[in-house]
């Protein structure tokens, strides 16, 4: 749906959504026993709202493409990831809580590894340990150039930020990263006319950085790549009328959340405590964006059992939301992250919709394959949106 | 899915693809027993195989629509027919295994009857014996015009195809049947300003035909319809990165995988040849496409019993594909043809596809019904390609 469309019918009302995000909820069956993460694990409490809830599966972005976090979390908040694209470069300095300005222009960083004759040898320098990127980085600082700020801050291991901040500005830029052993690191090139300044401003940058990592081997070069700016996204707020908050331990999901506008409350690093900062704020916002970041650590690492956990411990504090009793409740997550898989995966994700009008349907247990029987259907992750807000009476109707 | 979009996330993996269209493989329950061919045929294996498979149900055009082979086939191949349409001129080529080059001008030709105004009396010449059919294009070969290369080939009965090749050609003509009898055939006319000099042509080629025809009663004229150029198709190797290879008994399907770009394999003329084909260039390529065709000419026929012979022959030779062991294999259909319909038809095609990813749903039968409740939901014909591709792991993600 156009986002014009629906914020011209959304209108104001008292009604409260929590929109639960289990990041990487979705999973796959195990060999050993044919059943999957959530038909494995004991939660009852999920399978009970699915018995009162309208279920489905979500698509993030389309059908056998596999989400990253950035389009996985637009999907949810109802953006096209596909209309909407966030660069690599803003998307790692969203993870490090690094608060980009519009305009600015970020980029992922590697330390690698190069020769005598300056070509690489190792593109990541044998995964440097963190705190030799943070001593490396200490000196990336002292480099300046034209009056740009060049603003950089380590990740992990090899992993850097660089944000370039200054007017007129383009992240419209070629890669230094050939993405191969053997070359040298390339020039960054302007791939639009208004790119040009940047582009010469970001390779006298990295010019100077050359003779600064000259004697830190294996950490002796630096590659930079996914070179972007925020994307002009209409906010959050506006558009459905929500005053809305996010609660998530883990930067990256405050920062997705802060691109598109909403607030972001400071918690704690487990889940209890971001369940008591919703209770905390409870009154003074309408929408509240509530991750879950387990599930997906446990897929990511292939641990099918720790995922089964995961999934238990969000069950045993979900209680604690429900007692707040928001409006609209929906559970679904930002993509699937099968423990077979040990990696995101392209798989449509179950999804819940519980309010006093979101009808009843079949399905009596949260699972990928209960779900695929739900009257939601398999929709477009964008498409919850326009759902929470029509079950919190918080849309007029369409036409006369 | 955009096809670029598509292209730019894939990448090399050494895992093999096999999809199986059964020509026609929809169809519809029968008045006397309440159930399709499907629900009536004793396929075991596949029933197995949709137990362990991700199911649901693939539209080639659209709701209500009924595909051609063409439009239904280019859909299995992940291409939106609705953005690339194949002209009936070009698919008659395919159908008779002609290799059209770039540029060349493909028309569907009749013989017809005409009485002594040149008014048209029947539009199909009583439908001649297809040998007569070859003894009058013989006779069309002789006509030359103006530097280009007027290629006739018979058909069946009154068809023929007529191919001009030269440089500068365009497809973009009138048709000269009028579709009705009482009135003359019509002149060829540009639709366009580039085909004025291709009309003339036409039109000249058209005249000397006349006199060759006019002792050949009752096939003493011709019309041309479907005027149309190959039309201009990314290549399905380039796209999915893909070595591709097409095995097909009938020379329809061997064209329109050509058409993309695909190998085509020679093969013999029953299924199981194409399976020893299979078998034979198994290491050669990623993916293959295996075209399955009783399944429609029994439907066409009205035949339902023979449909249902023709899936449970299908059925016994399943476990020779499974044997070579494809990390993905699909099976699916171009389009319905329901024996009660005795034509094709517009309903979804049941699909499946099996790989170790490909989850699990409650889908347990490969039938219309069982398909329609699987994890896949309804789907254009365009995304299984997507899916297969992801299923194979030869995505890579999108957005960081």
């Known amino acids: 749906m156009d986002l014009e469309l629906l914020s011209g019918l959304a209108q104001p009302n008292t009604t409260k959504i929590v929109l639960c995000s289990l990041d990487g909820l979705g999973g796959l069956p195990r060999p050993e026993t ?64 690094f608060e980009l300005k519009p305009g600015d222009v970020a980029a992922r960083g590697n330390f690698c590894t190069v020769d005598a004759q300056g070509k690489i040898t190792d593109r990541r320098a044998g995964r440097i340990p963190t705190e030799t990127c943070v001593r490396l980085v200490e000196r990336l600082r002292r480099i300046t150039v034209d009056g740009v700020q060049a603003l950089v801050e ?41 790119a040009e300044r940047t582009a010469a401003i970001v390779n006298r940058w990295v010019e100077a950085a050359r003779p600064l990592l000259k004697d830190a081997g294996p950490a002796n070069m630096l590659l930079l790549r996914g070179f972007d700016q925020q994307p002009h996204l209409p906010r ?4 459905f009328r929500l005053r809305a908050a996010a609660i998530a ?48 650590k446990a897929g990511e690492d292939g641990d099918f059992a720790a995922k089964v956990r995961a999934l238990e411990a969000f069950d045993a504090l979900l209680p604690q939301v429900l007692a707040l009793k928001p409006d609209v409740l929906a559970v679904s997550g930002d993509h699937a992250t099968p423990a077979i898989l040990k990696a995101h995966g392209w798989q449509p994700v179950p999804t819940l919709i519980w309010s006093a009008y979101s009808g009843a349907d079949p399905v009596s247990r949260f699972t990928e394959r209960d779900c695929a029987g739900g009257t939601l259907g398999l929709l477009p992750a964008q498409d919850l949106m326009p759902l929470l807000m029509a079950n919190a009476l918080r849309f007029t109707k369409y036409g006369a």
Request: include cysteine; charge should be neutral.
């Open 34 to 97: 044919g059943k999957s993460e959530l038909e494995t694990a004991r939660i009852s409490n999920l399978h009970a709202l699915a018995g009162r809830a309208a279920c489905g599966l979500i698509r993030h972005v389309g059908p056998g493409i596999t989400p990253g976090s950035g389009p996985g979390h637009l999907g949810l908040f109802g953006y096209d990831p596909l209309r909407f694209p966030v660069g690599r470069g803003v998307l790692e300095a969203l993870g490090i809580d």
């Open 154 to 194: 380590p990740v992990k291991e090899h992993r850097f930020v660089l944000v370039l901040r200054g007017t007129g500005l383009s992240g419209r830029l070629s890669e230094t990263d050939p993405q191969a052993v053997g070359v040298a690191p390339l020039t960054a090139r302007a791939l639009a006319p208004e």
């Open 236 to 239: 959050f707020p506006d558009v």
């Open 249 to 296: 331990a883990y930067p990256m999901y405050r920062g997705l959340a802060r691109l598109v506008g909403m607030e972001v409350l400071k918690t704690g690093s487990r889940f209890a405590d971001e369940i008591a900062t919703l209770r905390q704020h409870w009154e003074t916002y309408d929408f509240f964006f509530l991750h879950y970041k387990d599930t997906d």
